[in-house]
């Protein structure tokens, strides 16, 4: 164990829980000091990799002792923290930092040269789906590169946390029972629904979202010199996991055995012929994108189909962690 704690702020979100499970699953040396957004969540008994441990009040002092501070829950609370001016390592899940010119973007499960962390940077996290596209693009590119690409994203609900979560279950079941649909957060049926765009009373446009994963995306990709695809964010009747249909063409005629050999390897893990595509549901849990269903595209000599999935809670939480480990 580390002297002294990495602080963990918003310990009961979605977010929160992955860090934990994940922490506790890989056996890393991190001391997690758990700090509650509400006011009703302090004192609460939990428990962290199978060790009892209290949910403590934001304190700016106790944060200040910590060896870093690990942004998981709410925006307001993010920026509550960030508002204290702390010397201390941040890492940021939120991107309640996203536009501060301390932040700087991370990704270790996809990263490749960049530049080393300036002193009193702010590590904001890269949007999950970005991670996963850098990770089968940027192999992708070294072993077949890559003329152009398009991508069409499926967004689960529980990247809007557990408000969507709750909101995408109880419109299912008041679907089924013919009564009024709550749409606090997508202000549109989002159940039985594929989804272009939410209501206009939605706190967070699926568009917003949309420009973040470009605009992560971008920056992952830059020292691959991979091509930016094209993208397209569609929000899936889901409850858990991105699923993601990627089209490329390729700068030479390619074929399947050269394009699954250019993936297989470190977190991508290919599935062959013979097996059944991924999908969100089996890869839940697990670090890795998981790339199946491939087959050359019958018009574009070029071109070939893709289909993955990725755990988006657990590949912001592994990102998260090695970004700790950095610091230890």
Request: proline fraction near 7%; charged fraction near 20%; charge should be negative.
């Amino acid at each position: 164990m580390t002297s002294r704690p990495i602080a963990l702020v918003g310990s009961d979100t979605l977010l929160g829980r992955e860090i934990r499970e994940a922490c506790a699953a890989s056996g890393m040396p991190l001391d997690l000091e758990l700090y509650a957004e509400e006011e009703e969540d302090v004192g609460r008994l939990t428990v962290v990799a199978g060790e009892p441990a209290l949910v403590t009040r934001l304190n700016p002092e106790r944060l200040a002792a910590a060896r870093s501070i690990i942004l998981a829950g709410a925006r307001a609370s993010s920026q509550r923290v960030l508002a204290m001016g702390l010397d201390r390592p941040l890492i940021d899940l939120t991107y309640a930092a996203d536009e501060d010119p301390r932040a700087r973007l991370r990704a270790p499960l996809a990263e490749r040269d960049l530049p080393p962390m300036p002193g009193g940077a702010v590590s904001v996290v890269a949007h999950p789906a970005a991670t996963a596209l850098a990770m089968v693009l940027g192999r992708l590119h070294d072993g077949c590169p890559i003329a152009r690409a398009a991508a069409h994203v499926f967004e689960p609900a529980s990247e809007r946390g557990q408000q969507g979560l709750e909101e995408l279950q109880q419109q299912t079941v008041n679907l089924l029972s013919f009564k009024p649909l709550p749409k606090q957060v997508y202000d549109a049926q989002a159940a039985f629904a594929m989804l272009a765009q939410y209501g206009e009373a939605a706190p967070l446009a699926l568009e917003t979202i949309e420009a973040r994963i470009e605009r992560h995306l971008a920056t992952l990709l830059a020292p691959w010199h991979a091509p930016l695809p094209s993208l397209c964010l569609l929000q899936a009747p889901v409850f858990h996991g991105y699923t993601v249909s990627l089209w490329v063409e390729f700068r030479e005629r390619t074929g399947l055995d050269e394009i699954r050999e250019s993936l297989e390897g470190g977190r991508v893990e290919v599935y062959g012929p013979g097996l059944d595509p991924p999908n969100n549901v089996g890869i839940a849990g697990q670090a890795e994108v998981a790339v199946g269903g491939l087959r050359l595209d019958r018009n574009v000599p070029r071109a070939a189909w893709l289909w993955f999935a990725a755990d988006n809670l657990r590949l912001a939480a592994e990102n998260a962690l090695a970004i700790a480990q950095e610091v230890l």
